[in-house]
């Protein structure tokens, strides 16, 4: 133990990159949805320990405990915390990013990777309570504001605001169970300050949720473009026809489509949901007015989706009395959290002669 102790202390640098690279890996190839219940166990194994491991460590720096178990891994006790928190935020990372418009809400899933990358330098935070706390406290309510939507099969904001709740419930047993083994913590630590720093972030997350910089998670944008012309087969999929564009469909850059006068252009999406979760989603045509410098919304088009396909359920819009400029199309919720988008500039001519025909 003395060995492995000093080859820890000696590389720790190196391990704790090696640790996050390999952890995010291992999350990347390993996590494929929310709802499926190996992936969530994974999340829940990493809450568990980390919850465990914070206990442990507090009890055992105020002799609460003289296990010579504890004694002989309290040294690695904060880089098990360090790993599991980097477990966590690289699975929500990954989970968030499928349901972000990068234009909308990339900010959150920014915050997820800064989190991610800084947990390596946090590692002496990881002896105070009070950090402790506060980073649990994000990592509980990220994972359930996904995780109750896919258990109760539906989204909105009751579903966000009990989400909320549960968290709340979930960190105030937390520290109660850290107060009742180890008192002494109630008189060193500023409980006002857990308190503050707890309240701070359960404001600061509700502020992100209601101006839509939380992406609408669980759901994701699978297949989102514009076409020329898009039909229902009688097998149910869906014929569409558009123009040729190779590196435009590799880097998701705006796409012309060139129409005859009168002709309606079709946008086409598919979207994610967990099974047997049923919502509505919007398709918001919008075109970028040049007198007034911003997009004006011109026509909202309502569908119902029904969750379950991994590749998303299929649908399309179509707008008619389109002219030149350049549009968009935003994919969002009924409240207005954007999945995803797309955009294209509309022209008038003849079509190209390379058009294509595909089966979505």
Not at 104 to 112: C, E, Q
Not at 308 to 328: A, L, T
């Amino acid at each position: 133990m003395n060995k492995l102790k000093i080859f820890f202390s000696k590389n720790e640098s190196l391990l704790s990159s090696s640790t996050l690279i390999l952890g995010f890996l291992f999350d990347y190839l390993t996590l494929h949805r929310v709802d499926f219940l190996l992936d969530n166990l994974f999340v829940i194994f990493y809450l568990i320990l980390a919850g465990t491991s914070i206990i442990w460590m507090d009890l055992y720096e105020d002799n609460k405990i003289k296990s010579g178990a504890i004694h002989h891994i309290y040294e690695f006790l904060p880089f098990i915390i360090q790993f599991c928190f980097g477990g966590l935020f690289s699975a929500f990372a990954i989970f968030y990013s499928q349901s972000a418009s990068l234009f909308t809400s990339g900010v959150f899933v920014l915050i997820f990777f800064i989190l991610l990358i800084g947990n390596e330098f946090f590692k002496k935070k990881y002896s105070k309570l009070v950090f402790q706390v506060g980073i649990y406290f994000v990592a509980l309510f990220s994972f359930f504001i996904y995780f109750l939507p896919v258990l109760v099969k539906q989204m909105g904001i009751l579903i966000f605001l009990a989400s909320g709740g549960i968290s709340l419930v979930f960190i105030s047993i937390f520290i109660f169970i850290i107060f009742y083994l180890d008192p002494g913590q109630y008189k060193k630590e500023n409980n006002k300050f857990i308190f503050l720093i707890v309240s701070g972030l359960y404001v600061l997350i509700n502020l992100l949720y209601f101006t839509n910089i939380i992406p609408p998670i669980p759901l994701s944008l699978k297949i989102g473009d514009v076409y020329y012309f898009v039909q229902k087969q009688f097998d149910g999929n869906y014929l569409t026809i558009s123009e040729k564009n190779t590196w435009r469909e590799k880097f998701g850059l705006s796409q012309k489509i060139h129409l005859a006068p009168g002709e309606p252009a079709y946008v086409f999406s598919s979207v994610f949901a967990p099974t047997d979760l049923g919502i509505k989603i919007v398709h918001d045509w919008q075109n970028f007015n040049e007198v007034e410098n911003k997009w004006i919304s011109l026509d909202r088009i309502i569908f119902s989706i029904e969750g379950g396909r991994g590749e998303g359920y299929r649908g399309f819009s179509k707008k008619e009395n389109v002219f030149p400029g350049k549009w968009r199309v935003d994919i969002k919720t009924e409240r207005g959290q954007v999945i995803g988008r797309v955009r294209f500039d509309i022209e008038v001519g003849s079509r190209p002669g390379d058009l294509q025909n595909k089966t979505l």
